[in-house]
């Protein structure tokens, strides 16, 4: 029996993915950059055994069937595939932060996944290439391979690191504002935007703009300049979504009460800027002498449950096989 136990980071995206330029390859139809972020991660088991007659999949100790599952299977398939082997798999995987709300569990899990999986098998595959089985089946998980800030460009088969974390500190504090999983996923909302909304093409249009604007400023270290293309790019996104029918909205009334606490400390002399994902939940980007009295804000806005202070976060790594848990 093989195995491997990889840690994968989370990331948020400052310039958004919401499209896609070909559905079965999983391409982006936009170019995204992110931020990893340090304090929320996924840390997966993978051991190969040839007792097993199916894949098995334990997600926060609970055993998973369904979509989840065989999305889990199918990344499997692929590192089956290249390492020519039918053995199927026990994958063990558990994240330290509420799975699929919109804090990207499925950018940490896949990265973690390919990576594990990937070495478990016996590959000894390049970042790039793991960050391409990962963007096979969640695009932004392909960023989560990498640390601090990273690039997937429209078309992209895998992403590229862009900024070391040293070189701009920043500070991200997720605001945690409803847990469980969100009414409409990702890849159905994408497909419905693409469907049905008028400003989908506007999106398309646009995005590229915003994006070089953000990549400019994170390179450069200007931070206003870097803020406000982010809520461009959020904003954007979130509108072409409100626009399908029926309208995608991930924003609650308390999104919009923390969007409005961001402005409110703006108007006070503090550059903080906010993101939103698919889900309810308000990232907010700050220079780190910030960061505690933008999370002390924030904790005050009634509904936010708990705010998460980050900074960039590592690349994806493989942990010792010493470490390997004996509960299985
Ligand atoms: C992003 N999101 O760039 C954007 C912003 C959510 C909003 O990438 O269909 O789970 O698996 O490729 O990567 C979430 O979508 O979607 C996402 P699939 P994924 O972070």
Not at 146 to 175: H, K, Q, T, W
Request: proline share 5%; aromatic share 6%; glycine share 4%.
């Amino acid at each position: 029996m093989s195995q491997a136990i990889a840690i994968a980071h989370s990331n948020i995206a400052l310039a958004k993915y919401w499209g896609k330029a070909n559905v079965e390859q999983n391409l982006t139809a936009v170019p995204s950059l992110s931020m990893t972020l340090d304090a929320l991660s996924t840390r997966t088991e993978v051991y190969f055994d040839p007792a097993l007659s199916e894949d098995e999949l334990q997600l926060d100790g609970k055993q998973q069937s369904g979509r989840t599952k065989l999305r889990v299977s199918q990344l499997l398939d692929r590192i089956r595939a290249k390492a020519d082997t039918v053995c199927r798999a026990r994958v063990i995987s558990s994240n330290n932060f509420p799975t699929a709300a919109g804090l990207a569990s499925s950018a940490s899990g896949f990265a973690a996944l390919a990576m594990a999986a990937s070495s478990a098998a016996g590959l000894r595959l390049s970042s790039a290439e793991i960050s391409s089985l990962s963007r096979a089946s969640s695009a932004s998980a392909a960023r989560s391979v990498f640390g601090a800030y990273v690039a997937l460009n429209a078309r992209a088969l895998s992403a590229e690191p862009v900024l070391n974390p040293d070189e701009f500190p920043l500070a991200m504090l997720v605001a945690v504002t409803a847990k469980g999983p969100k009414k409409v996923g990702s890849t159905e909302g994408m497909t419905r935007t693409a469907q049905t909304s008028p400003y989908y093409q506007a999106w398309l249009d646009r995005a590229p703009a915003v994006y070089d604007r953000i990549r400019v400023a994170l390179l450069e270290k200007q931070f206003e300049a870097l803020g406000e293309a982010v809520e461009e790019s959020a904003m954007m996104m979130h509108a072409s979504m409100l626009a399908a029918k029926p309208a995608i909205r991930y924003f609650r009334d308390v999104t919009i009460a923390a969007m409005q606490r961001v402005e409110d400390l703006r108007d006070q002399g503090i550059p903080a800027y906010y993101t939103m994902d698919a889900g309810p939940h308000v990232k907010v980007l700050t220079l780190p002498e910030h960061a505690e009295v933008v999370e002390r804000e924030l904790r005050s806005v009634a509904q936010i449950q708990d705010v998460i202070s980050c900074r960039p976060g590592p690349a994806a790594y493989l942990i010792g096989d010493a470490k390997v848990s004996e509960a299985k």
